[in-house]
């Protein structure tokens, strides 16, 4: 199966939280395992933007796009029920992902990521209000999932002294292994708000190489 590619130029509309529902639920309905969530499907296009040493534009869509709904099923179109159900969900992959370039582009500040929040212990908390958490452990998980397409890539920006602190609350929290993996809520939220300025560090960052 042929997919198009990802063009810079293409329509940068953001998905509205309508469309961000749909896509979240026609992932979620897919007869799967392995489709991405909302917030796992964020991190990971933010991972294919981020990959080191090449362009996303350059790369196939089949060559990443499938991963998002779990692979293509042996009879086409599964695990879609239909070409048009498909279609749909491609485009609006590809609208979020370029939406995404050209926040961190043009207005970065602004930008936000697709984070779990759940609400704390309101024992300890100000006027009765329940402190809110933030887990970004899915979106990391997605973002690890691009890291995991072309590992050599990243590498050396795992263990560079500059990029790695940058990375590391990725792999804490999106491993599953990662160090916060039954961490406090506390702990994973400290780690989680790490990961805007992460993001717009790296970006700054490449598009200066």
């Known amino acids: 199966m042929q997919y198009p590619n990802y063009n810079p130029a293409s329509d940068n509309r953001p998905l509205s939280d309508d469309e961000l529902n749909d896509l979240d639920e026609l ?3 897919l007869p799967t ?3 991405l969530n909302i917030e796992a499907l964020d991190g990971y296009l933010a991972g294919l933007l981020l990959t080191p040493d090449r362009s996303l534009a350059d790369v196939p869509g089949e060559a990443w796009l499938p991963v998002i709904w779990g692979g293509d099923g042996a009879v086409d179109p599964a695990p879609f029920v239909s070409g048009k159900q498909r279609k749909k969900v491609t485009l609006l992959v590809l609208r979020h992902l370029q939406s995404i370039a050209t926040a ?4 970065p500040k602004a930008w936000e990521p697709i984070f ?4 704390g212990d309101s024992e300890t908390a100000d006027e009765d209000e329940a402190p809110e958490y933030a887990d970004a452990e899915d979106w990391a998980a997605g973002f690890l999932l691009a890291v995991n397409l072309t590992p050599d890539a990243w590498e050396p920006l795992f263990d560079s002294t500059e990029t790695g602190p940058l990375l590391a609350p990725l792999a804490a929290l999106g491993a599953e292994d990662g160090p916060l993996a039954d961490a406090s809520a506390e702990a994973r939220d400290e780690a989680s708000r790490t990961i805007p300025d992460a993001m717009l560090a790296l970006w700054a960052l490449q598009q200066k190489a």
């Not at 961190?104 to 207005?107: D, I, K, R, V, Y």
């Not at 779990?116 to 609400?119: Q, R, Y």
């Open 27 to 29: 992932l979620s309905i």
């Open 33 to 35: 395992d392995g489709a």
């Open 104 to 107: 961190w582009t043009n207005h």
């Open 116 to 119: 779990s929040f759940a609400d």
